[in-house]
């Protein structure tokens, strides 16, 4: 067990919905990261933050959005969705230590029909 | 920016032999890290081993292994005695050190780890 939850493990829904992927990140662990894995593909980095601010973004698109609250827990926000939003979508935390591994959660898997 | 470049898409093994995996990557960094990521058919992402770039000892996990060569940017994973539970997709990933900014991991595109009987 990683230590990262995140929520729903399976999300199906319709084009152009809205959907919200919330991540809670081990205890203690101050950045999140999103990543996207589509079928058979490599992890594309989405999004960072670090205490609650945003640090870095990856090849996310303007329909996607997150945020992390005070209590450190993350989510990310799809809409307008599109069938190719389909993917496995992963949180991770990691320490501040430098070179501190990532954590993945479990992934939360949408199909978008 | 940081490339990662794995290109054994897939790779298979007898059961107890010894595989390698290969790992290049890209950076003008002089200090980074390193890992070894495997993603089994549950799907988890799960931390295999760590390297310290600045560290010339090769890092060992039990029967995981690294050929760590920094001046060629090569970076293998060597599975001994291999196992069924071994079978996996392999990510190899690169990380710049925490600075006040950011530091994802950028992974490979990965290798499929087959092992046979």
């Given at each position: 067990?990683s230590?990262?939850?995140q929520?729903p493990?399976?999300?199906?829904t ?21 990543y ?21 973004k ?21 809409s ?12 991770a935390s ?20 | 920016?940081?490339t ?12 107890a032999e ?14 980074y ?19 310290e770039?600045?560290?010339?000892q ?20 060597k599975?001994?005695d291999?196992q ?12 710049s050190p ?7 991991l ?12």
């Open positions: 067990d230590g990262v939850t929520t493990k399976h999300l199906i319709a084009t152009g919905q809205r959907v919200t992927l919330r991540c809670s990140p081990r205890s203690g662990d101050l950045s999140v990261y999103w996207q894995q589509s079928l058979d593909q490599g992890l594309q980095f989405l999004i960072q933050y670090y205490n609650g601010e945003e640090r870095a990856g090849n996310i698109l303007e329909r996607f959005s997150a945020q992390q609250f005070p209590d450190l827990h993350s989510e990310l926000n799809l307008s969705l599109e069938l190719g939003d389909s993917a496995l979508y992963f949180c990691s320490a501040t230590v430098s070179g501190s591994p990532l954590h993945f959660g479990n992934g939360t898997r949408l199909t978008v029909t | 920016a940081q990662v470049t794995q290109s054994q898409p897939e790779m298979s093994v007898q059961e010894t595989v390698t995996l290969s790992c290049t990557y890209d950076t003008s960094e002089s200090d890290y390193l890992f070894w990521y495997k993603q089994p058919p549950s799907r988890q992402m799960i931390l295999v081993i760590r390297q770039a600045y560290k010339q090769n890092a060992t996990e039990n029967r995981f292994s690294v050929n760590f060569q920094k001046a060629a940017k090569s970076f293998s994973l599975i001994s291999s069924l539970g071994d079978a996996a997709m392999y990510f190899c990933a690169y990380r925490v600075t006040g900014t950011a530091s994802k950028t992974f490979g595109t990965g290798t499929r780890l087959q092992v046979t009987l």
